[in-house]
Nanobody, 112 residues
């Protein structure tokens, strides 16, 4: 069965950085688009970034463009989300999505 396991969340000050990781198993990782979503309290889950199977094309929400970078290592079955210049409004649970499946999420809190 498909499993997606996120890690790397935490508490960071505004302007700081975090790198999230998501390890996939139970499917042929290198054949699938991988995506990151986030959900803040009281709000709907929203897409953040996506990357093609080969890693040759990416897409970002306008709110994170220029600050976040999605990448992948197909040899490690891992997709990353590098988050720089973090803002309080980036506070959310971040989820990995692929093959119609969700990870359990990792909490990111941006606060001074």
């Amino acid at each position: 069965q498909v499993q997606l396991v996120e890690s790397g969340g935490g508490l960071v000050q505004p302007g700081g950085s975090l790198r999230l990781s998501c390890v996939g198993s139970g499917f042929t990782f290198s054949r699938y688009v991988m995506s990151w979503y986030r959900q803040a309290p009281g709000l709907e889950r929203e897409p953040v970034a996506a990357i093609t199977s080969a890693g040759d094309s990416t897409n970002y929400a306008s709110s994170v463009k220029g600050r976040f970078t999605i990448s992948r290592d197909n040899a490690k079955n891992t997709v990353y989300l590098q988050m720089n210049s973090l803002k309080p409004e980036d506070t959310a649970v971040y989820y990995c999505f692929a093959v119609a499946s969700w990870g359990q999420g990792t909490q990111v809190t941006v606060s001074s």
